[in-house]
């Protein structure tokens, strides 16, 4: 269990903690990765599943370094910016730690990203040379990359293709790159938001950030180097590249990358084969593991904990995972890239009720209050308002955008998430959702996770979610968008049925959609805003949603 500081007693004490004082890294990433290195040299670091290839942890140092002369070969300088928009893949990790080595900053590229994204980000990131494959499933990069270059303009410098010699010649060309390239407070990586308003912002991340983010999640995790985390979630995201690669890093894990993207099939055959103690995913991730015609034939024995996040957590799935993945030892971390991700998280070790109903206590060396969004002040403990955060996690800024960065993050150092939250007496956080996503009908407050945890309890339903749409009478109602287990039917009213009488009536969704899967992001977020759309659209309610409110 954390140890959890919290200030005052009895029913007035009011929202703030702090997590455990553990001495913080004052390290690079670069030589994090020289010192795991040097304690492991022989044991295994790295598994690119799909790729057939595995470094030891003295391969990742040496291949690190090979990769940061590449860099400086081509004419990279400490400060300098270069992009990766690919798939999960073993280069992938490669110029994560050469360019730490380098000290040149990575800017991940969303793999999602077309051609008015992809020109934006070149351009806002000044991005002197990005990796990238010609094509996949997905996309023809080549021709995307050609489209977001027209009338170009744009600072880029080099393009090195993955899976071809391209990359090879970059390695072969290499060049001596300072030895002190980078220091613990400079920026290492550049993380960009979803845009969901406005532009896309640039998170910029330190190697302090970044380093001590996964010493901490790892505290959480009892993380050590006989540890294997198998991760298929996207590295281009902070769940991919700070709680999976920056943790194994940290500790001397090894690191199991299962596919390019996100297979349920695939993640399930890499657990069994390289005997995974751990596994990671989103919500979504888990029931298509769960739901996939073959689970039970794979032997998942091996696991002991693993990490759901990126996406509220039902607590019916949590159960679920636990019991049939045997990870009876699943935990919830919560954050948001500006936060280098993690804020707060529960310890495999905490009582299952800790595990499952919050989502953990403050980090080491991280503060936590809950504020009135409106007066910021401080609430009494229980009461639910705005999370905000201070410590080594909270990022530099957004990269050429001080009125975001000042809008963000306030006088005192304090991060405002925008995130609604209950502090417990106990000092643990339970997460009610985005302050954006509460539905408010006829006057009464209805935050969506609380009714999707509802309905999960449902034993026909395999994942649901909850928005709201406009109503002429009411101001706004509920949707339910049901996804249910395999071979099972059900109706609306039957759905209904199961919530009159057992929660609030104003909860009870008026309407209820069935369908199959989700819109999603790439890393498996359900987009909300498509879900809330598509609605309006079908029930015709534009007009409705059009008009303007005070």
């Known amino acids: ?14 929202s703030y903690t702090r997590g ?24 295994e670091a790295l598994v690119a599943y799909h790729q057939n290839r595995r470094l030891t942890w003295a391969g990742l140092d040496r291949e690190a370094t090979r990769t940061a002369r590449g860099l400086a070969g ?3 300088r400490p400060g300098d910016r270069a992009g990766v928009w690919a798939s999960n893949c073993l280069e992938w990790i490669l110029l994560q730690h050469g360019a730490a080595r380098a000290g040149v900053i990575l800017v991940n590229v969303n793999p999602a990203y077309r051609s008015h994204e992809l020109r934006y980000v070149l351009k806002k990131s000044r991005i002197r040379a990005l990796f990238l494959r010609e094509k996949d499933a997905r996309a023809n990069y080549r021709e995307i990359l050609a489209d977001s270059r027209n009338g170009d303009g744009l600072p880029l410098d080099h393009t090195v293709w993955l ?10 060309a290499g060049a001596d790159f300072p030895p002190d390239a980078a220091a613990p407070g400079d920026v290492a990586n550049i993380q960009y938001t979803s845009g969901t308003t406005g532009s896309p912002k640039g998170v910029m991340l330190t190697h302090r950030n970044l380093v001590n983010d996964g010493m901490a999640i790892g505290l959480c995790l009892k993380c050590g180097e006989d540890d294997r985390i198998c991760s298929p979630v996207p590295l281009y995201h902070c769940f991919g590249s700070v709680i999976a690669s920056m943790v194994a890093t940290v500790y001397g894990a090894a690191l199991i990358l299962p596919s390019a993207q996100f297979d349920a099939r695939a993640t399930l055959e890499a657990v069994e084969r390289e005997r995974a103690t751990m596994l990671y995913g989103v919500p979504t991730m888990y029931v298509a593991e769960l739901e996939h015609p073959e689970f039970d034939r794979f032997d998942l024995t091996s696991l002991r904990k693993g990490v759901m996040s990126g996406a509220p957590c039902p607590i019916e799935l949590m159960k679920h995972v636990g019991r049939r993945m045997h990870m009876e030892r699943m935990t919830i971390p919560y954050g948001q890239t500006e936060s280098s991700p993690v804020i707060t998280m529960s310890s495999v070790d905490d009582p299952f009720e800790r595990r499952v109903m919050t989502v953990g206590a403050a980090l080491a060396n991280v503060e936590v209050q809950i504020i009135n969004p409106e007066t910021k002040e401080r609430l009494p403990i229980g009461e639910q308002g705005e999370l905000c955060t201070r410590g080594f996690l909270v990022m530099t800024g957004y990269d050429a955008d001080p009125e975001s960065t000042a809008a963000a993050i306030d006088s005192e150092g304090w991060l405002h998430t925008g995130d609604l939250a209950v502090m417990r007496p106990d000092g643990y956080i339970s997460f009610k959702g985005r302050a954006k996503d509460t539905i408010i009908r006829g006057g009464e407050n209805i935050y969506p996770r609380e009714v999707e945890d509802f309905l999960h309890a449902h034993p026909k ?8 749409i406009p109503d002429a009478k009411l101001g706004e109602t509920v949707v339910a968008w049901v996804q249910l287990k395999g071979g099972e039917e059900a109706t609306a009213e039957e759905i209904r049925d199961f919530c009159r009488g057992t929660i609030a009536y104003f909860k009870v969704p008026q309407f209820i959609r069935f369908v199959d899967g989700f819109p999603m992001t790439i890393t498996k977020k359900v987009q909300k805003f498509l879900m809330r759309e598509q609605e309006i659209k079908e029930r015709n309610l534009e007009a409705i949603a059009s008009q303007e409110t005070a």
């Open 163 to 172: 899976g071809d010699g391209s990359w090879d010649e970059m390695i072969s």
């Open 1 to 14: 269990m954390q140890t959890i500081s919290l200030p005052g007693a009895g029913a007035k004490a009011l």
């Open 20 to 43: 455990a004082d553990v001495p913080l890294i004052e390290k690079t990433i670069s030589q994090v990765l020289a010192d795991t290195a040097a304690r492991f040299p022989d044991r």
């Open 74 to 76: 081509l004419g990279l």
């Open 461 to 468: 339903i395999a994942d649901v979610y909850v928005v709201g």
